[in-house]
Each structure stands twice: as structure tokens, then as C-alpha cells.
């Protein structure tokens, strides 16, 4: 019953800006961590982001001081600010859970996946 759903994806221009957003239902995200990932065509799947269940979030290296990450639990969602956006982050973007992990840090794997939101950044 676990289900999340990416929306804000689209067409942008290198410098751009674009928020994504993470809906989830049939569980309560307050409580876990939300991971952002991102694959681009060609690529493995990289972490972008996650932000933990006590409300500490972290970075990827490539993403670090462009994007940022948040979440509104009254809205049972997770959001992802993308600033300053550059054609290397063209993806699409995945957000994931894992409710089996209550620790105070992003897990290690996750296993509630949604269906992903395409981001081009191009000329």
C-alpha cells in the first residue's frame, strides 16, 4: 500500500531552477526517510539527496549547495529545491523509502520506490 509519486520534472534551461515534489500515501513520512536518486541515460542510479526522520538531510558532492531538500508533513510530502541546474544533472529523478528503518540517519537501502519525473536541462 505504500506508494510515492514524483511530479515537477520537466524542461529547463542550463541555470534554471525546477522543484520536485514526493507524494507519499499509505504511510505517514514523518516518520522515515525520504531518498532523492537520480538516473541518467546510460548510467547507474546515484543518490542525490535523502532527508532522515529526525529532519537531518545530506547531499551529494555534484548537488551540494544547488539543491535542497525538505518536507511538509501535513502535506505528506517530500520537496526538492534544484537551483542553478546544469546539463549533467539531466535525469530522471526516483524518490524511495524504506519504513522499516527508524534510525536517525538515511538508510542504506530502500525499498518503497516511485515511478520517477524526467529532468532535462538544455539549451
Known amino acids: 500500500q505504500v506508494q510515492l509519486v514524483e511530479s515537477g520534472g520537466g524542461l529547463v534551461q542550463p541555470g534554471g531552477s525546477l522543484r520536485l515534489s514526493c507524494a507519499a500515501s499509505?504511510?505517514?513520512?514523518?516518520?522515515?526517510?525520504i531518498g532523492w536518486f537520480r538516473q541518467a541515460p546510460g548510467k547507474e542510479r546515484e543518490g542525490v539527496s535523502c532527508?532522515?526522520?529526525?529532519?537531518?538531510?545530506y547531499y551529494a558532492d555534484s548537488v551540494k549547495g544547488r539543491f535542497t531538500i525538505s518536507r511538509d508533513n501535513a502535506k505528506n510530502t517530500v520537496y526538492l529545491q534544484m537551483n542553478s541546474l546544469k546539463p549533467e544533472d539531466t535525469a530522471v529523478y526516483y524518490c524511495?523509502?524504506?519504513?522499516?528503518?527508524?534510525?536517525?540517519?538515511?538508510?542504506?537501502?530502500?525499498?518503497?520506490w516511485g515511478q520517477g519525473t524526467q529532468v532535462t536541462v538544455s539549451s
Open positions: 524511495a523509502t524504506n519504513t522499516r528503518w527508524l534510525g536517525s540517519s538515511c538508510p542504506r537501502d530502500y525499498y518503497h
Open positions: 499509505g504511510f505517514t513520512l514523518d516518520y522515515y526517510a
Open positions: 532527508i532522515s526522520g529526525d529532519g537531518s538531510d
